[in-house]
């Protein structure tokens, strides 16, 4: 953190320090207006001049508002969150690659929309945030996929494959085009495949896969059955 960050995130937050780290905690949420002495935070300012800080502009032209004898500066961060600070901390930092974020939701009464939490995760590329809510949605939708029959595919071809074979069709039938194999573009092969997709019936293959698959589910089945036998049959004789 520049001395401007951990100036500013301690009005935000409560701060402790942690061995070589720093907790920071709000009762209700962080603070977005905050009051910070005037001569505190200049110094701040000035000595993390050059860092790479979301900051440092915004408490720049707060500075040049105040008047020079003035001993309290107002902030007023309703337009950075917090957590864009936290990020440009990760940003710079050598060690650090994130900063996780635990919140609770409470209320004084009841409410079915007044409990549950969220958790942030912030890294140098993303600010990504989930709710309990959600992850219980995420659940709900794992247990249902879980439930669904798998399915299994068949058949399946990418259009590199076609760009593989246009140039050895080219090369082994002189006749077929005057055409170089780079002169067939990625549209051309795209639009071919969704024709070929949509022509093709594979209702034998796939009757003759599915009752290949029911044969070999069976054999499997004796298999295992003739193992446990087989098996029950030598613990009787030891």
């Known amino acids: 953190m520049t001395p401007l960050e951990r100036l500013v995130l301690s009005h935000m937050f ?9 907790l920071f905690f709000a009762d ?13 935070l200049r110094a701040a300012h000035r000595d993390s001049a050059g860092a790479d800080s979301v900051l440092n502009a915004i408490v720049e032209n707060r500075l040049g508002e105040i008047a020079a004898a003035d001993t309290s500066a107002e902030l007023d961060l309703t337009d950075v969150s917090w957590s864009t600070i936290f990020q440009d901390i990760v940003r710079r930092s050598a060690t650090l690659d994130e900063i996780a974020v635990s919140s609770a939701f409470t209320c004084s009464r009841m409410l079915p929309d007044g409990f549950g939490g969220m958790a942030t995760l912030i890294t140098a ?3 990504r945030s989930c709710s309990t809510d959600e992850v219980l949605e995420q659940f709900r939708k794992e ?19 076609v760009r593989t074979m ?5 090369a082994y039938d002189d006749a ?14 795209h639009l071919a495949c969704l ?7 594979l209702a034998e293959e796939r009757g003759s896969a599915v009752f290949k698959a029911a044969l070999a ?18 613990g009787e004789e030891e």
């Open 195 to 201: 024709a070929v997709a949509a022509a093709t019936q």
């Open 143 to 161: 247990l249902a996929a879980a439930a669904a029959p798998r399915t299994h595919v068949l058949l399946r071809f990418d259009e590199n494959e």
């Open 28 to 40: 209700a949420s962080p603070a977005e207006c905050i009051d910070i002495a005037a001569a505190a």
């Open 125 to 127: 590329g993303s600010i």
């Open 217 to 234: 589910a069976i054999q499997s089945a004796e298999q295992r059955r003739a193992d446990v036998k087989e098996g029950n049959e030598k």
């Open 166 to 170: 246009i140039g050895e069709v080219i």
């Open 176 to 189: 077929l085009t005057t055409l170089s194999p780079d002169a067939v573009t990625d549209d051309d092969i």
């Open 14 to 22: 409560t701060a402790e320090q942690d061995g070589a780290g720093t």
